[in-house]
Nanobody, 117 residues
């Protein structure tokens, strides 16, 4: 069982920046494929970014150039840096872990990001 705890959400003005963090349990974090997803009201959950165990990254078109996903295996933590935030980035952001040994998917509880003036 992997537990994921997100932090760093909040209210930010358009054009601002935010860094989300996700702390994961487990001794095999470095092998997890980690990702960030988001869900806006009335919409389906969508991919924001993923990072593999080899640190290969993948981004949604809507955030490419504005978002950076990274991981610190020593801290069992994955980050999402979001810049030039837009109102349409408003959503609950969820951390996700894909564990190859299983396989299994795990989700965090989500953290609210609101972009508004």
């Amino acid at each position: 069982q992997v537990q994921l705890v997100e932090s760093g959400g909040g209210l930010v003005q358009p054009g601002g920046s935010l860094r989300l963090s996700c702390a994961a349990s487990g001794s095999s974090f470095s092998f997890y494929v980690m990702g960030w997803y988001r869900q806006a009201p009335g919409k389906e959950r969508e991919l924001v970014a993923t990072i593999s165990s080899g640190r290969s990254t993948n981004y949604a078109v809507s955030v490419k150039g504005r978002a950076t996903i990274s991981r610190d295996n020593a801290k069992n933590t994955v980050y999402l840096q979001m810049n030039s935030l837009k109102p349409e980035d408003t959503a609950v952001y969820y951390c996700h872990a894909y564990v190859l040994a299983g396989p299994a998917n795990y989700w965090g509880q989500g953290t609210q990001v609101t972009v508004s003036s």
